[in-house]
């Protein structure tokens, strides 16, 4: 889960976020109103003075207002700051409302199923099908086409304010195809929903189909520990919840890199079935291996790790690589592809730039 604040925004990439989503003030479309969240007195906040941008794709031929965009992101996104928007916390107690669900087909959305049992509090948010498209388009924008053949639906939801952000999870019917969540509640703060959905996508390039063999007995028995632990034995490389990892799988040489002497702990923690104990481990296991996790949510599991790491990849300037944290968001450097993943999801959150 996600712990979220209410920040003021000065990067241009976060007001082009918000604007692109609830549309500009002037044209009527302003965004709900939301009371802020006090921060704490040792919360940074973002610079101001950030670079003059303009859209990568008509006036930036030699990337450099690409990498200006990059730096205004990375005066924001640094640890410090996102280590105060994003924590683990135990599962709310707010239940998660589905408001509309939508079919995907490429960069279209088709066919809403509106819930019908909508508390008359979030019917608003419900009807607000601008808001979803635009929503939707920012997340295109984002992440390219060839990125996204393995969604299935998109949802919006809500559990209320400053919950959680978004999720991804198996489509219900085909365990090969996935859903994007977003709380279309939290949708309002342009910082955190740049870096969640970054952070989400983490999981989609990670565990889909082409990096982990979806594993149909998992799938079709998800509360049976069981038939896990059977299933896991005949995978001779990480076995994630979703299936076997490949062996050349990001996941899996991620593990391979950066888990082999930590995992069994964790493992322990994460066998713990008192709710309580289990957050007071996961709290100490983070702190013994402070420097390990670039931020306290990455200690949650591997798969969360490599999302976070994942996320400062994108989002931020390259480390110096001082620690294992850095070292890890060095890891995605060493694929040429990813690389270019990067420039290109550069490009579209620049290019909303004016």
Known sequence: LLVLTTLAFSSLA???AERFVFGDADEGAAAPTTESARPAADDPQPATGQPALVPAESDCPNGDCV???MES??????????NALRGKSPASE?????LVTYTVDGDELLYPEINPDVPSRWQSLQKNTEAHQNLWRYYTTLIPASE???LNEFIVYTDGKDEELAAVSQSLTDPARWDLMVDISDAEHPQDLTFTLVH????LLTLNAGQVEPNRAVFDNPDDPDIFYEESLSCPNYFAYEGCSNAD??????IDEFWTDIYSEWEEIDLEEDEDRYYELLDEFYYNYEDQFITDYAATSPEEDIAESFSYFILTEAPAGDTIAEEKVLFFYEFPELVELREKIAIGLCSQVE
């Open 249 to 254: 799988s990001y996941l899996n040489l991620f």
């Open 67 to 69: 990498v200006a965009c």
């Open 14 to 16: 976060c007001m082009a």
């Open 73 to 82: 992101l990375d005066s924001i996104l640094t640890p410090s700051t996102a």
């Open 148 to 150: 996204r053949t393995y």
């Open 200 to 203: 989400e996508f983490g999981h």
């Open 94 to 98: 707010v239940e998660s409302t589905i």
